[in-house]
């Protein structure tokens, strides 16, 4: 099983790396984050709808509507409309880098204030490296920062807070990924799509072409709601999760040459530096943190 665990990984990490591409070829086809997010959860929470009638009263009872309606911010629809607005305004490099490479640095300032982590070079490497990967890829060498660029870099940021909250207190109210998985979609669906249909109604998404919004449903509705979780389960469950994280730094750079295929978005050689350099980042913090003594707080994105 250990071969089919690893390949289980590998489509997962393709999957993830692939929405910053398909979030852009999106905007580029008149579809913003709020449209790419209706489109997502209209279809998701229809086809996991069953598993949440099977799942969600037990769900709903042991963790309460508070704690599943904040889930479905930071984790579900919320999370998805900012991450993907993101790419209405900037390139795919810089999602694909900011996005994970923020993280390490959110999880180190949330468990130090929810939780009283101490702060050690052993836990601060890994995300001091992505952080000064994300200097090299947005601020050094010359790089020209257009205005709307700032607008998307923004977003990246605030995206970046959100998961890293979500998997912080998915962990901390010991909710199951699958119990989320089951719960989110349904949840996202009804809280977003009422809002979406007041402000932006149907016409965006009809007037887009039908391979864009297709494209959209399949990747995302599917996909990654779907498919990913799943794959990134059984992968954790066959070869480990030290294994899995171990691979899970190489999604920016595969998303950039994702981006660079599927939406022709060249880079410059410090953009390119600045994604491998966050790239190390994550590997050398999931490394530290397979290797330091376990504590009781969660265990959060900085630790995969």
């Given at each position: 099983?250990?071969?089919?665990g690893i390949i289980?990984?590998?489509?997962?990490?393709?999957?993830?790396?692939?929405?910053?591409?398909?979030?852009?070829?999106?905007?580029?086809?008149?579809?913003?984050?709020?449209?790419?997010?209706?489109?997502?959860?209209?279809?998701?929470?229809?086809?996991?709808?069953?598993?949440?009638?099977?799942?969600?009263?037990?769900?709903?009872?042991?963790?309460?509507?508070?704690?599943?309606?904040?889930?479905?911010?930071?984790?579900?629809?919320?999370?998805?409309?900012?991450?993907?607005?993101?790419?209405?305004?900037?390139?795919?490099?810089?999602?694909?880098?900011?996005?994970?490479?923020?993280?390490?640095?959110?999880?180190?300032?949330?468990?130090?204030?929810?939780?009283?982590?101490?702060?050690?070079?052993?836990?601060?490497?890994?995300?001091?490296?992505?952080?000064?990967?994300?200097?090299?890829?947005?601020?050094?060498?010359?790089?020209?920062?257009?205005?709307?660029?700032?607008?998307?870099?923004?977003?990246?940021?605030?995206?970046?807070?959100?998961?890293?909250?979500?998997?912080?207190?998915?962990?901390?109210?010991?909710?199951?990924?699958?119990?989320?998985?089951?719960?989110?979609?349904?949840?996202?669906?009804?809280?977003?799509?009422?809002?979406?249909?007041?402000?932006?109604?149907?016409?965006?998404?009809?007037?887009?072409?039908?391979?864009?919004?297709?494209?959209?449903?399949?990747?995302?509705?599917?996909?990654?709601?779907?498919?990913?979780?799943?794959?990134?389960?059984?992968?954790?469950?066959?070869?480990?999760?030290?294994?899995?994280?171990?691979?899970?730094?190489?999604?920016?750079?595969?998303?950039?040459?994702?981006?660079?295929?599927?939406?022709?978005?060249?880079?410059?050689?410090?953009?390119?530096?600045?994604?491998?350099?966050?790239?190390?980042?994550?590997?050398?913090?999931?490394?530290?943190?397979?290797?330091?003594?376990?504590?009781?707080?969660?265990?959060t994105a900085a630790?995969?």
């Amino acid at each position: 099983m250990k071969s089919f665990g690893i390949i289980a990984a590998l489509g997962a990490i393709v999957i993830f790396a692939g929405s910053p591409a398909i979030g852009r070829s999106g905007s580029a086809n008149g579809l913003n984050g709020l449209d790419q997010t209706a489109i997502r959860y209209a279809f998701s929470s229809l086809v996991l709808l069953p598993l949440t009638i099977w799942y969600g009263r037990a769900v709903l009872a042991r963790h309460g509507w508070f704690k599943l309606v904040a889930l479905s911010v930071l984790g579900g629809a919320g999370y998805n409309a900012v991450y993907m607005s993101g790419f209405v305004f900037a390139p795919v490099a810089y999602g694909a880098a900011l996005v994970p490479g923020l993280q390490p640095i959110f999880a180190l300032v949330l468990l130090r204030f929810l939780f009283g982590d101490r702060l050690s070079l052993r836990v601060a490497i890994g995300p001091i490296i992505c952080l000064f990967g994300l200097f090299v890829l947005t601020a050094a060498g010359g790089v020209k920062l257009e205005p709307a660029h700032h607008t998307g870099i923004g977003l990246f940021v605030l995206a970046a807070l959100l998961w890293c909250s979500y998997t912080v207190v998915l962990k901390a109210w010991q909710v199951d990924p699958h119990e989320a998985l089951a719960t989110t979609a349904l949840i996202s669906a009804l809280a977003f799509l009422p809002f979406y249909f007041a402000v932006r109604g149907v016409a965006p998404v009809l007037a887009a072409p039908l391979h864009a919004s297709l494209l959209q449903l399949v990747h995302h509705g599917i996909l990654v709601g779907i498919a990913a979780t799943y794959l990134y389960s059984f992968a954790v469950k066959n070869v480990g999760s030290f294994t899995v994280s171990s691979l899970l730094p190489a999604t920016p750079i595969l998303a950039i040459v994702i981006g660079w295929w599927l939406v022709d978005e060249s880079l410059t050689l410090e953009q390119i530096i600045g994604v491998a350099i966050v790239s190390a980042g994550l590997l050398v913090g999931t490394w530290l943190a397979a290797r330091r003594p376990q504590s009781p707080r969660p265990v959060t994105a900085a630790d995969r």
